[in-house]
């Protein structure tokens, strides 16, 4: 028992499960949004279920996929599978088994839900691959995140309709822009390995005006949204303190310095994805 437990630590180390936090207050807050207020207990229940198992299945097939790559990359040749501490069958059994998860709670959801599925999995795999032949490979991850809100949008209206795309749109650029800044500390290793990125191919500079250029798109995205839904100002508060943040995410990466990369990538962006869900829910019951 002891074996099993250590093995599903490691798991669940290797996945970044903590990193859950980007996509889930999203995904929360398409549901919120879709349902004019709180959802139902069993609904919020099945539509969190549904996000573990995607994004443990994502992250599992990625570390998966690329185990060759992070073996020789300095930077991650300490994960789990390259160093060992987890072998490549018992990662594909997690994964199994939480896309498993996934299904079955897309099926408890509606059929909506459950149509769909196959889409976003084939989404988690393709992202795994594009660094192969793609410098687009951030818009993908961007998709993929963005299936969160629209797919708990579905999961209440059992429709996807144009306020889900706004948000999920909104998360695709906030995500693509910061996953460029996250590709910059592996800059000169994709360089030499031949894998693909936006900092490959714009560099530093061209990483972070793109990165900017994204975010810029996401808040201009957001305040369509207020409008569209005709949103409370408390909404629109959360809009502002996301665009503040990100204005501050961008001031520690000001001039290519990238010594502060990990406060700008996980503590402003986890920040960023739980003020919109607050502020949302905040406006949604002050009305």
Known sequence: MTGII???????????????????????????LA????????QIFWIILAMAGARTAAMAMNRLID??????????????????RIGK?????????????????????????????????????????????TSLAHVVLGICLAAAPVGAWAAIRGSID??????????????????????LQDLEFDRTAGLHSIPVLLGVNGSLRTARIFHTIMIGLLFTLFNSMHLGVMFMSGVLVAAAMLLYEHWLLRGGNLKKLDAAFFNM????????????????LTR
Do not use: Q
């Open 269 to 284: 962006n986890g920040y960023i994805s739980v003020a919109i869900l607050i502020f949302t829910a905040a406006d949604l």
């Open 6 to 32: 250590s093995k599903i630590v490691i798991f669940l180390e290797m996945i970044k499960f903590s990193h859950t936090i980007f996509a889930l207050p999203f995904a929360l807050t398409g549901a919120l």
């Open 162 to 183: 144009p306020p889900a795309l706004l948000l999920g749109s909104a998360v695709l650029f906030w995500v693509a822009g910061f996953d460029i800044l996250y590709a």
């Open 89 to 133: 069958g018992i990662t594909l059994f997690f994964i199994i088994a939480a896309t498993a998860l996934m299904l079955i709670s897309a099926a408890m959801l509606n059929p909506l839900c459950l149509k769909l599925s196959p889409v976003a999995l084939f989404f988690l795999w393709l992202y795994s691959y594009c660094k192969r032949f």
């Open 35 to 42: 349902a004019g207020g709180i959802p139902s207990p069993r």
């Open 67 to 84: 185990a060759n790559i992070d073996a020789r990359n300095p930077r991650t040749a300490g994960r789990a599978i390259p160093s060992g």
